[in-house]
């Protein structure tokens, strides 16, 4: 499914109803589009721990910038923030396999990612996750 067409086509263009999770650097709790976030969680690591915590605020903007984008493009989506990257947009590959599982576990219809990497390691957990084919 073309997930641009399951939020515009399928909802007459203003995602009502679609469920959006923004994986990413959290978002400004002062921006306008914190109306349109129905769940939250932040996702820390530390000393080879996840830890979970309530802090979704943005450091960067980045986030942000993403639930800007997608609002504009259909304004009733229902967005589910991951927090995982802090202010320097780096983050362990565990929190991103969390953040994805607290996605599917919350029902989402589609699931917004920005990153990037060159780890052999990390390419390997993501395989291991089914999160990306064996060919990547």
């Given at each position: 499914i073309d997930n641009c067409s399951l939020i515009t086509d399928n909802c007459l263009g203003t995602g009502k109803g679609v469920k959006v999770a923004v994986i990413d650097s959290g978002i400004d709790l002062k921006s306008p589009f914190v109306k349109n976030v129905k769940k939250s969680i932040g996702i820390g690591y530390k000393n080879d721990k996840?830890?979970?915590?309530?802090?979704?605020?943005?450091?960067?903007?980045?986030?942000?910038?993403?639930?800007d984008i997608i609002l504009s493009i259909a304004p009733d989506v229902e967005l589910y923030i991951a927090k995982i990257f802090?202010?320097?947009?780096?983050?362990?590959?565990?929190?991103?396999?969390?953040?994805?599982?607290?996605?599917?576990?919350?029902?989402?219809?589609?699931?917004?990612v920005s990153l990037g990497t060159t780890s052999t390691r990390d390419i390997k957990d993501l395989k291991r996750a089914q999160l990306l084919p064996e060919k990547c």
């Open positions: 996840i830890l979970y915590h309530g802090n979704i605020n943005d450091e960067n903007g980045h986030g942000t910038k993403i639930c802090e202010k320097h947009l780096t983050a362990e590959m565990d929190c991103l396999v969390q953040g994805i599982e607290w996605a599917i576990k919350n029902k989402v219809n589609v699931i917004n």
